[in-house]
């Protein structure tokens, strides 16, 4: 099968690269789509070189001519919605339906960068003191960097270079190197647009890439998304060489479902929130808790539809229910956390592990899993499994069930299922995670509000998305003016 090929861009020009890189997979078939090139400290010393020498011509670009280029922008997302989603389900495993969503999202992240002239609005007071004046003014920092996960192709690159590149700086994006061709596409797009050279640029490569962007001393501001340990090391060596840094790291998110909730759909809910995009979401639904009669209420439904949930490849016209995770490697790491759930006394209520594709018999596939009486402390109720597998643990009342979630060290989301105001106020009150829903199972923010994530869900001050991201990606200056009044007021007297 011939390769697509994945070059680097670099100041305006697609740069084939013959670095040995990582295959690229189709997990839908385990076939190598395409090969990721491994670039490292001269690859990014070139796009920073090329980011900083357009970054002058690009701040002085009045806004409303900066937004007009993402005005186009979207509209070429658009007419290349169905290809960029192809692209997703090809070298990710994404539904089309899941595609779709996620690009999406990213859509109406271009959409929000497109009124970049209104989110610079600065401050002013006239007469701060007598005949003085005083002004914030919102610039942007110069070359920002973006280094991206593989769970999102699209939408997550999205989060981040729109609102960067409309504030007025020039940016590095080093895409997942699991899931590189969708970045290509969305920056082919975006030069369509009329960006000028040099002021988007990619690398490919893993943590040489990775380091030479965090120690480069052109480089103002990275964000990341990732996996915990990664955000951590992101987050530290990037501060530690002076930069900005938010750095999303990895999650577990609890689900409290109270006896009195509307259990068909809940059920709905729950199984979405857990099974959807094959459990490969920051966001997912990842365990259940049942308070008191709850689980009695909830399980033999829940059971009931991961058994129905149909797996298959998302690389062609008819789509199944689920697709495949990333790898065959991350297939067994689901696997063996399954099996490590039963040893430590939970019960497999609907075991993926056995699920085959006759067809695809090399595609990394695993079906969706129910575990039942997941107990405290143990390896399932704390770590992230980034799976479809759903954990239902029990709680006697609201007080146990927030306290159960509120002992995980990560803090991205958290939910509730009732019909009472008053479980759902304290649940909101009291709950530690940054985005919470209420009889809503994915509390995923859209592009106005920030990507709250608590605790080890994040490492920065500024989170991704909404007016914060204007924030991170622009740093305040406060102008204070004062005219001399003797000359200049003669002259109005007259
Ligand atoms: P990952 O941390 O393995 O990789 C993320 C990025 O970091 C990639 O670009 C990768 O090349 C780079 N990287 C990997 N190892 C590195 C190292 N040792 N040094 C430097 N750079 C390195 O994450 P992933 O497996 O691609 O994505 C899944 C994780 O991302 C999950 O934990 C998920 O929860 C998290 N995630 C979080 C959010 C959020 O907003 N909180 C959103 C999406 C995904």
């Not at 003191?129 to 996960?149: K, N, S, W, Y």
């Not at 259990?263 to 808790?289: D, H, N, Q, W, Y």
């Not at 008191?292 to 062609?316: F, H, K, N, Q, Y």
């Not at 790491?333 to 056995?354: M, N, P, Y």
Request: neutral net charge; contains cysteine; aromatic residues 8%.
């Amino acid at each position: 099968m011939r390769l697509i090929p994945c070059p680097l861009f670099i100041g305006g020009e697609w740069i084939p690269s013959s670095l040995v890189g990582t295959p690229v997979h189709n997990p839908s078939t385990g076939d190598v789509i395409a090969e990721c090139p491994a670039g490292g400290a001269a690859e990014v010393n070139a796009a920073v070189d090329a980011a900083e020498a357009a970054f002058p011509a690009w701040r002085d670009t009045p806004a409303v001519e900066r937004a007009r280029v993402f005005f186009r922008y979207r509209q070429l997302v658009e007419e290349n919605f169905d290809l960029i989603c192809r692209c997703v389900s090809r070298e990710h495993g994404k539904t089309h339906a899941e595609a779709r969503g996620s690009v999406f999202r990213g859509l109406e992240n271009i959409e929000y960068a497109c009124g970049v002239p209104s989110l610079l609005f600065g401050d002013n007071l006239e007469n701060l003191a007598r005949g003085v004046d005083c002004e914030t003014i919102l610039q942007p920092l110069g070359v920002c960097a973006g280094i991206t996960p593989f769970n999102f192709p699209a939408m997550v690159p999205l989060w981040m270079f729109p609102l960067a590149i409309a504030c007025g700086n020039t940016f590095v994006l080093k895409p997942s190197e699991k899931v590189p061709l969708t970045a290509n596409l969305l920056v082919e797009l975006l030069q369509k647009a009329g960006l000028p050279k040099g002021v988007i640029n990619i690398v490919h490569g893993g943590r040489p890439c990775v380091d030479a962007l965090l120690t480069h001393p052109k480089v103002k501001a990275v964000s990341f998304v990732g996996s915990t340990p990664i955000a951590k090391y992101i987050y530290e060596t990037g501060t530690r060489n002076g930069k900005r840094v938010q750095a999303n790291g990895g999650a577990k998110n609890y689900i409290v479902v109270m006896p009195d909730a509307d259990i068909p759909k809940t059920v709905e809910a729950l199984s979405t929130a857990a099974f959807g995009c094959a459990g490969e979401r920051c966001m997912a639904g990842s365990t259940a808790i049942a308070v008191g009669a709850a689980a009695e209420r909830v399980l033999p439904s829940l059971v009931e539809a991961a058994r129905a949930i149909r797996v298959g490849p998302t690389d062609r016209e008819a789509q199944p229910d689920m697709g495949p995770v990333i790898s065959a490697q991350h297939r067994e790491r689901v696997a063996t956390l399954i099996t490590t759930g039963e040893i430590e006394g939970a019960t497999v209520a609907c075991d993926g592990r056995r699920v085959r594709v006759a067809h695809e018999p090399r595609g990394f596939y695993i079906g969706a899993t129910v575990v039942d009486n997941v107990l405290p402390g143990t390896t399932l109720a704390r770590e992230e499994v980034f799976g479809p597998v759903l954990n239902v643990m029990r709680m006697e009342d609201l007080d146990h069930a927030i306290e159960m979630a509120n002992r995980s060290s990560f803090g991205n989301g958290a939910a509730i299922f009732t019909r009472s105001g008053g479980a759902a106020r304290e649940f909101k009150s009291r709950v530690k995670a940054g985005m919470v829903g209420i009889n809503v199972g994915v509390p995923a923010t859209m592009a106005m509000f920030p990507f709250t994530g608590w605790s080890d869900s994040f490492f920065g001050d500024l989170h991704i998305q909404g007016r914060e991201a204007v924030q991170f990606y622009t740093q305040q200056k406060v102008v204070t003016t004062r005219w001399f009044g003797g000359d200049v007021g003669d002259v109005w007297k007259k």
